[in-house]
């Protein structure tokens, strides 16, 4: 797994677009290789999470039907994984969701009925903050006006202290729109 993750093409300028989708699609293929080579390994969600992020890039690169499928099937099979994969999970989950969703035509209501479904499976897990992040920024596109308070709220309760949400949080809004909330017994004010 840490020999695929260095093969990953960085994003140099240097570098031609051809030479980074096939480094991308040499990095699909070594993990295709690995996971039929161990098809019960119990890391292989991460495999397949390297895949997702690798396919993304190759479809950024080069834009098909065969990517875009390449990339649903990966997707496919990552939403299989367990709740101890939940933040490696939730992006082929919205993807796909995606999917179906523009393939009924689906209105903005039920996209967002089906994105506060989403964020109910992930609820309790350990993708539950990175749901709520990206929810926050897909609520507003679908004028779901009580669905982004709810997620606000659920920031502001659940991971009030969390550092990667206070991160997120700032650099996504000014620090005065979200509240802060101090709780425990503090002896120093330094």
């Not at 699909?28 to 890391?43: G, Q």
């Not at 897990?125 to 709220?153: C, F, W, Y």
């Amino acid at each position: 797994i840490a020999a695929l993750e260095a093969d990953l093409p960085k994003n140099d300028k240097r570098t031609s677009t051809v030479r980074k989708r096939r480094a991308c699609k040499t990095v699909v293929r070594d993990a295709e290789h690995l996971l039929e080579s161990y098809p019960k390994a119990p890391n292989r969600y991460r495999v397949l999470g390297i895949m997702l992020e690798t396919q993304k890039l190759v479809l950024n690169l080069e834009s098909s039907d065969r990517n875009r499928n390449v990339l649903f099937d990966i997707c496919e099979r990552l939403v299989e994984a367990p709740d101890d994969y939940a933040d490696l999970r939730l992006e082929a989950d919205l993807l796909l969701s995606e999917k179906d969703l523009s393939l009924k035509n689906a209105d903005v209501k039920t996209r967002a009925e089906a994105l506060a479904e989403l964020l109910q499976r992930y609820r309790d897990t350990p993708g539950e903050a990175k749901s709520l992040m990206m929810a926050s920024q897909i609520a507003p596109k679908l004028d779901a006006v009580e669905l982004e308070k709810n997620i606000t709220r659920a920031l502001d309760e659940r991971f009030a202290g969390d550092l990667d949400v206070i991160r997120w949080r700032r650099g996504l809004r000014d620090s005065s729109y979200f509240s802060v909330v101090f709780t425990g017994t503090f002896t120093r004010t330094d």
